[in-house]
C-alpha cells in the first residue's frame, strides 16, 4: 500500500526557515515524479514545487518560491525534502506531498497529475 506522510511544518516568524520532509512508503519511487503543492485558507491547492524521477530528473518551482526553496531527493531513504528559506506570511498553508507512479524525469504542475497524495502539514509563517 502506498503511503506518503509529510513532517516539518510548524511555526515560524517572517524570513525564517523550515524543512519540510515526505516519507514515501509502499514502493521505491525513485524513478517517479514527485512534488509538493499547498493551499491556504479559502484558495485553491497550488504548486510549488516538483521533482522528476531517475538520474537527471528536471526539478522545477512556482514563480514566488525560486530561490527560497529547494526540493530534493533522498532516494536511499525514499523521501523527498522542501527546505524553504526567507519565509513569508504568504506561504502560510497546509503543505501536501503527491506522487506520481509512472517513470518519468518531468515535473508537472496540475494536480490532476498525481495519484497518490500525503495528508498534509501545516505551516504558519507570522509576519
Known amino acids: 500500500q502506498v503511503q506518503l506522510v509529510e513532517s516539518g511544518g510548524g511555526f515560524v516568524q517572517a524570513g525564517g526557515s523550515l524543512r519540510l520532509s515526505c516519507a514515501a512508503s509502499g514502493r521505491t519511487f525513485t524513478n517517479y515524479p514527485m512534488a509538493w503543492f499547498r493551499q491556504a485558507p479559502g484558495k485553491e491547492r497550488e504548486f510549488v514545487a516538483g521533482i522528476g524521477g531517475g538520474i537527471g530528473g528536471f526539478t522545477d518551482y512556482a514563480d514566488s518560491m525560486k530561490g527560497r526553496f529547494t526540493i530534493s531527493r533522498d532516494s536511499a531513504k525514499n523521501v523527498v525534502h522542501l527546505q524553504m528559506n526567507s519565509l513569508k506570511p504568504d506561504d502560510t498553508g497546509v503543505y501536501y506531498c503527491?506522487?506520481?507512479?509512472?517513470?518519468?524525469?518531468?515535473?508537472?504542475?496540475?494536480?490532476?497529475?498525481?495519484?497518490?497524495w500525503g495528508q498534509g502539514t501545516q505551516v504558519t509563517v507570522s509576519s
Open positions: 503527491a506522487a506520481k507512479l509512472l517513470a518519468d524525469r518531468g515535473v508537472y504542475r496540475r494536480t490532476t497529475f498525481y495519484d497518490y
